[in-house]
């Protein structure tokens, strides 16, 4: 009779076994987080090219115009993007940020890198989804349609959706309050990263939410990614200057921003 030798792995074999699934692992967690970031900042991109078909919409119905977006039409924008009753409100959140960190019974809290803004106004309790988003809007276009005969002092000549060079005027991108506006672009960028000074309001999109990128909305309704020193050269309003300090048609130099943004490419 023929007796069956028992097969087993020894202690050795077990060890190169577990050696060997560590080294793939190792090998294709990187990779693998990668592709998520990436399909992240692609699903980001959807959602800003959806938004600019309601914007496209909106400007095709009124002569050209956008609504305002100076507080408190900002919020009545949100809810035109994410629906009356918030039934698209993905739509308004980067999967990247798409939670705030903490929320106040009522109030407004700004977002950072990687979490959402909102805002819970009184009477309502807490309710962090009522006003709830990842981005924000070019408060300049939204000026030049504002019904009061006067715009708020600071502000420089609007903007139309009838510009010659639509593709460099942004609307609606990644940020950590609802509106952007592009004052003052000599103060220069956040001396850190999360820095939430007022020296001017570009910080607000001066985010590393994509690996040194922002997604952004234009006015020729594309959505494509945004350099962070790219900021610094879009046309924000008319008066603004793409030629500023900040810029390398203006002199900047890599050594010239601060450390934590010099990897990034120059513009």
């Given amino acids: 009779m023929t007796r069956h030798r028992r097969v087993a792995f020894t202690l050795i074999e077990l060890l190169v076994v577990i050696a ?15 592709v998520r970031r990436q399909a992240k900042a692609v699903a980001c991109q959807s959602n800003l090219r959806q938004s600019g078909l309601y914007f496209a919409a909106y400007a095709a ?35 990247v940020a798409s939670r705030p960190k903490v929320v106040w019974e009522q109030g407004y809290g700004t977002g950072d890198t990687f979490s959402a803004w909102y805002y819970a106004p009184p009477p309502r309790p807490c309710e ?7 981005y924000g809007v070019n408060a300049y276009p939204g000026v030049g349609f504002d019904p009061r005969p006067v715009r708020p002092e600071g502000f420089g000549e609007p903007l139309t959706s009838r510009q010659t060079r639509p593709a460099t005027i942004p609307v609606y991108l990644d940020c ?14 956040p001396p850190y990263e999360g820095c939430k ?7 607000h999109s001066c985010i590393n939410r994509h690996e040194g990128w922002v997604n952004c909305l234009f006015y020729d309704w594309a959505a494509r990614k945004v350099g ?31 450390k934590w943004m010099r990897g990034f490419k120059d513009y």
């Fill in 176 to 189: 950590i309050t609802d509106t952007i506006v592009g004052n003052h672009p000599e103060v220069g960028p």
């Fill in 197 to 203: 000074g007022r020296g001017t309001e570009l910080w």
């Fill in 61 to 95: 119905e009124n002569d050209g115009r956008l609504p305002d977006f100076i507080y408190p039409g900002s919020m009545e924008l949100l809810r035109l993007l994410a629906g009356p009753s918030l039934e698209r409100k993905d739509m308004v959140l980067c999967p």
């Fill in 128 to 134: 962090p989804n009522l006003y709830v988003s990842s």
């Fill in 228 to 258: 962070l020193k790219e900021l610094w050269t879009l046309k924000w309003h008319n008066d603004f200057d793409t030629a500023n300090p900040w810029t390398a048609r203006g002199g900047a130099r890599p050594e010239d921003w601060p």
């Fill in 20 to 34: 060997i699934v560590a080294l793939l692992a190792a090998i294709l967690l990187p990779t693998l987080s990668r």
